[in-house]
């Protein structure tokens, strides 16, 4: 009787130590996946700002030819305006299959990614 009461309190034991591990395991997981994620979202940000700094300037080349070649400098920012609205137009209509679903392909990649997980 006293044997089997110290087999079923050295499982629980086990058991406890068990559920610790595995809780421990899973912490470690979700921060290990949650810093991939901010990773990732910080790289996105700042290859967005770089991008959007060079279509500035970009912008503020090419009007500035437009307006030398029409010789007038505000025509030339006007018509540039007007190119970087309809490319935001573009790509506001379709931001879905542009933006939306690549993003959430990434972030499900990262979050659900089994190379290096042993299960």
Known sequence: ???DFND???LLGEVKEYLNTRLAQLKLSFA???SKVAALMIAVV???LVFFLVLVLISIAGAIVIGLWLENYWL???IIAAVVLFA???LWL???RLLRIPIMNGLIKVMF?????KD
């Open 8 to 10: 079923t309190e050295s």
């Open 88 to 90: 935001g137009l573009i």
């Open 46 to 48: 700042v290859t967005a």
């Open 32 to 34: 290990e996946k949650t």
């Open 94 to 96: 379709s931001r879905d």
């Open 76 to 78: 030339g920012f006007l």
């Open 1 to 3: 009787m006293i044997q």
């Open 113 to 117: 990614d089994k190379e290096n997980e």
